[in-house]
């Protein structure tokens, strides 16, 4: 697993590339966090070249997302493969966490919500 790191304007895209595995959850945390602890407010994480997300990552992803909105921001995905979309669907997650098909969309509702 490979995470970058991109900054445009007030958003922040994390591009997760390979399987998000149970020996990378402590990596995967740690990077979100850190985003977290410097104040990014705007969190989208890119799964386009995600190719698996273990339920331990997926536990992760849900900590690191309460944890955004506690200091007033938010995490949100992008191009998540059937398998991941799917996984959120059985437990009901997507719910919670939004996914959009492309950064445009998801760029498009930060701007959304920054307008009220």
Do not use: C, W
Request: aromatic share 6%; hydrophobic share 45%; no cysteine.
């Amino acid at each position: 697993m490979k995470i970058k790191l991109h900054e445009d304007r007030d958003l922040t895209v994390v591009s997760v590339d390979g399987s998000v595995l149970q020996e990378h959850v402590p990596l995967f945390r740690m990077r979100l966090a850190e985003l977290i602890e410097q104040g990014k407010k705007k969190i989208i994480l890119d799964m386009s070249e995600t190719t698996y997300l273990s339920s331990i990552g997926l536990a992760a992803l849900v900590s690191i997302k309460s944890q955004a909105e506690d200091g007033a921001g938010d995490l949100v995905l992008v191009q998540a493969n059937y398998l991941i979309a799917n996984l959120l669907k059985i437990t009901n997650l997507h719910k919670k966490i939004k996914v959009f098909e492309n950064i445009d969309e998801a760029a498009g509702y930060f701007n959304a919500r920054a307008r009220g």
